[in-house]
């Protein structure tokens, strides 16, 4: 038995189906949903945690794959160095939780942790690397 952690991107066409259900049912797989969203263009995203044999996940996430979902590694932890940052405001842009926004009034950074679903995509935009992921 092995364990992934994924971040899975539905779009708006599937975001209502029961895909992730199907994974439990036909691929015998166990999931723990960690964290979910659904942003204003209506796309979903959910962090996972998935556990089952290599040849059933891999399978599971053909399945997933084969239905529209995008599907990436997520890290464990995320550490955001707000003394580095330059609020330039791009990671704000990109962050679909809306877990990063820089203060109208102090122009620094804000970061919620709770919000956060380890998509990465900060990290890997930022001029002045004040966002790390940890694997
Ligand atoms: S990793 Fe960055 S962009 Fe992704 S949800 Fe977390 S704060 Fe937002
Ligand atoms: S991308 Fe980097 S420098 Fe720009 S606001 Fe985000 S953390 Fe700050």
């Given at each position: 038995?092995?364990?992934?952690r994924?971040?899975?991107?539905f779009?708006?066409k599937?975001v209502t189906?029961?895909?992730?259900?199907?994974?439990?049912?036909?691929?015998?797989?166990q999931?723990?949903?960690?964290?979910?969203?659904?942003?204003a263009?209506?796309?979903?995203?959910m962090?996972i945690?998935?556990?089952?044999?290599?040849k059933?996940?891999?399978e599971?996430?053909?399945?997933?794959?084969?239905?529209?979902?995008s599907?990436?590694?997520?890290?464990?932890?995320?550490?955001?160095?707000?003394e580095?940052?330059i609020?330039?405001?791009?990671?704000?842009s990109?962050?679909?939780?809306?877990?990063?926004?820089i203060n109208?009034v102090?122009?620094?950074?804000?970061?919620?942790?709770?919000k956060?679903?380890?998509?990465g995509l900060?990290?890997?935009?930022?001029?002045?690397?004040?966002?790390?992921?940890?694997?």
């Open positions: 038995m092995i364990s992934r994924l971040v899975l991107a779009p708006e599937i189906r029961p895909i992730t259900y199907r994974l439990i049912k036909d691929f015998d797989l999931f723990n949903i960690l964290r979910a969203e659904i942003t263009d209506i796309e979903g995203k962090l945690e998935i556990s089952g044999t290599k059933q996940i891999e599971g996430l053909k399945y997933l794959e084969n239905e529209g979902v599907i990436q590694d997520a890290s464990k932890d995320i550490i955001v160095d707000t580095k940052c609020s330039c405001g791009v990671c704000p990109l962050c679909i939780t809306q877990a990063l926004e109208p102090t122009h620094r950074l804000l970061f919620d942790k709770n956060c679903i380890l998509c900060c990290a890997n935009s930022c001029p002045v690397n004040a966002i790390k992921l940890k694997i």
